[in-house]
């Protein structure tokens, strides 16, 4: 391999770390260079984290309706969190959220509820979403949440 041929190899990676580190805000670990073995670096993969969970309580205390924690191993970036009470929960519910520790209590809402994010969460953040009761009456929603899972190396 002539010193030409290595020299359009390296500018090609540093290239492709420009790229990388424009899509992500994150620099790409250090790539061992090999003479004569091109290098191909692959872009992270997000997969994607989804649930919905469906809740009927009459108790009032909170109750949980939709827990997520993120797993060892991975980072996830929420994007949305949507709750969507019945009928009765719309006057006689009050919801709790608590995302990576942040805390919204006593919500009350007389509609659907979505609340598109683009959060970062790092290993270890929880999400958690509880429902209750004001009065003893039987109170149903439905939530969900959806993100973006990549794995941390």
């Known amino acids: 391999m002539s010193a030409g041929e290595l020299a359009l190899?390296?500018?090609?990676?540093?290239?492709?770390?420009?790229?990388?580190?424009?899509k992500e805000g994150e620099v790409p670990p250090e790539i061992p260079v090999v003479p004569g073995v091109p290098v191909v670096v692959v872009p992270e993969v997000a997969e994607p984290v989804f649930d919905v969970k469906y809740k009927e309580t009459n108790n009032t205390v909170y109750q949980e309706v939709l827990k997520y924690e993120v797993p060892s191993g991975f980072r996830v970036t929420l994007k949305e969190i949507a709750l969507a009470p019945d009928a009765s929960a719309q006057t006689k519910a009050q919801f709790r959220i608590v995302v990576a520790g942040a805390e919204v209590k006593d919500l009350r809402l007389l509609t659907s509820y979505s609340a598109q994010w683009d959060l970062r969460l790092s290993?270890?953040?929880?999400?958690?979403?509880?429902m209750k009761s004001t009065d003893g009456t039987t109170v149903a929603c439905n939530a969900s949440f959806s993100a973006r899972r990549v794995r941390v190396t």
Do not use: F
Request: charged residues 30%.
């Open 123 to 130: 290993e270890g953040a929880k999400l958690l979403i509880e």
């Open 9 to 22: 190899i390296l500018v090609s990676i540093a290239q492709q770390l420009k790229r990388l580190e424009k």
